[in-house]
């Protein structure tokens, strides 16, 4: 269409008007695609031209574009590199969950299944984990011997507005009166990965607690937690029994 354009202009105006007629990058950029072989007919005038450079004022038009080269190959393996460190970090975090359910499975009993909850999170260098179920969707009351398990989510609701309005999940710091609720004998706790199980959040609470203030954060994936939390309700179901 810009060629087209030209050749309109370049038929209306007299051999002294074409002279002065002034080109743009478009019908530039236009002839030369055109005429592939433009900068082999021209290579001599090529290796004379000089174009501005941030760091370096002028360089040559081939330098400018071995620079450009050697920036889409940095950036192309800049790239590369990160899709094989996420790819190393997801098989890292299949071949973990793969193990807890595996050790989740084979448990006999609630605490079976605690232990191995526990015995994971050492595994990752975790201070250790909690299981709490809320009172009002299980039957653990005593006589039962879970009742040690129950936390009711009336007293857990503090913590759920302030850190799971619009999650289940939660990765950070706790203060000491939610530190107090949900582990009552702690030592200290510098972080921990709240996690609610259940459709709705309501069933329970799975928590996992460091000593390093930073190791868990807010903004960091939650991928682990959420499969952890999706087996627990079914496995939970083979001892204790739902409310109605």
């Known amino acids: ?3 087209k354009k030209a050749e309109k202009i370049k038929n209306k105006l007299s051999p002294r008007q074409e002279a002065v007629v002034k080109l743009n990058d478009e019908m530039v950029s236009q002839y030369i695609i055109d005429n592939p072989d433009f900068f082999i007919r021209n290579a ?3 290796e004379r031209m000089r174009v501005p450079h941030p760091v370096r004022g002028i360089i040559s038009l081939p330098e400018w574009h071995m620079a450009r080269q050697r920036n889409k190959i940095n950036q192309l393996e800049s790239e590369i590199t990160m899709l094989m460190e996420h790819a190393s970090a ?3 975090l299949f071949n973990q969950l793969m193990k807890l359910q595996y050790e989740l499975i084979k448990a006999n009993d609630i605490d079976g ?11 990752l260098g975790l201070n250790g984990a909690y299981l709490y179920l809320f009172d009002d969707k299980w039957l653990i009351n005593a006589p039962s011997n879970y009742h040690h398990l129950a936390l009711s989510s009336s007293q857990f609701d503090f913590i759920r507005v302030r850190h799971l309005q619009y999650s289940q999940f939660y990765l950070g ?7 107090d609720l949900l582990l009552p004998h702690h030592g200290y706790v510098g972080s921990v990965a709240l996690s609610l199980f259940g459709q709705f959040g309501d069933l329970g609470v799975l928590v996992f607690t460091s000593s390093d203030s930073m190791h868990y954060q807010v ?5 682990l937690l959420e499969k952890v939390s999706e087996i ?3 496995l939970i179901e083979k001892w204790i029994m739902r409310k109605k």
């Open 90 to 92: 997801n098989e890292l």
């Open 173 to 179: 710091q706790l203060n000491t009166s939610e530190l």
């Open 113 to 123: 299944l605690i232990a191995s909850l526990k015995n994971w999170a050492k595994e």
């Open 232 to 234: 627990l309700p079914i």
């Open 44 to 46: 001599a005038q090529i």
């Open 219 to 223: 903004g960091q994936g939650t991928l």
């Open 1 to 3: 269409m810009v060629k």
